[in-house]
Nanobody, 126 residues
Framework: QVQLVESGGGFAQAGGSLRLTCAAS????????MGWFRQPPGKERELVSG???????YSVDAVKGRFITSRDNAKKTIYLQMNSLKVEDTGIYYC????????????????????WGQGTQVTVSS
């Protein structure tokens, strides 16, 4: 069974930076894609970025040029480096993992993730 644990959330001022970490454990043999999602206050959960086992990535337009998704396969960990934070980046950030086509990941089609972390709160103030 796969487990995901996020860390690194917290408070930041607009323009600041935070780095989220998602550590995976368990049998990852069926996992070939991981992603970051977020749920802003009062809104539905949305995709932020995705990354394949090979390192191919996708980011939504709202975070392109500001957020960087990376992974360390040896540590079974993915990261979300968030720079130039905006107030609208506030929300609960979730890590997710699953098995899907690479083409879907790079196209931002990651609706079928199987495993989810507990989430970590990110609050950006003006």
């Amino acid at each position: 069974q796969v487990q995901l644990v996020e860390s690194g959330g917290g408070f930041a001022q607009a323009g600041g930076s935070l780095r989220l970490t998602c550590a995976a454990s368990g049998d990852l043999s069926r996992i070939n894609a991981m992603g970051w999602f977020r749920q802003p206050p009062g809104k539905e959960r949305e995709l932020v970025s995705g990354i394949t086992n090979g390192g191919a990535t996708y980011s939504v337009d709202a975070v392109k040029g500001r957020f960087i998704t990376s992974r360390d396969n040896a540590k079974k960990t993915i990261y979300l480096q968030m720079n130039s934070l905006k107030v609208e980046d506030t929300g609960i950030y979730y890590c997710a993992a699953g098995h899907t086509l690479k083409a879907k990941v790079v196209a931002g089609e990651m609706d079928n993730m199987d495993v989810w972390g507990q989430g970590t709160q990110v609050t950006v103030s003006s």
